[in-house]
């Protein structure tokens, strides 16, 4: 499995306030509470990723693009 992960740190704030994404309303966005949700997300993912390439039944191998 080939991977390339990427995070982008403002993803997912805007609707967690009320707002359409964060385009051009980052400052409207903090301003209005929200709270960055990427890392964990991204911290999830590789979790699961993890999980995967240590499977004792079909372990995954990954590839990593970077």
Do not use: C, Y
Not at 17 to 41: E, F, M, N, W, Y
């Amino acid at each position: 499995m080939r991977i390339g992960f990427l995070i982008n740190l403002i993803a997912g704030m805007g609707g967690h306030v009320g707002l359409k994404g964060t385009d051009g309303v980052i400052d409207q966005a903090r301003a209005l509470g929200a709270q960055p949700v990427a890392l964990s997300k991204a911290a999830q993912a590789l979790g699961l990723l993890k999980q995967m390439r240590e499977a004792e039944e079909h372990p995954v191998k990954l590839e990593w693009l970077t």
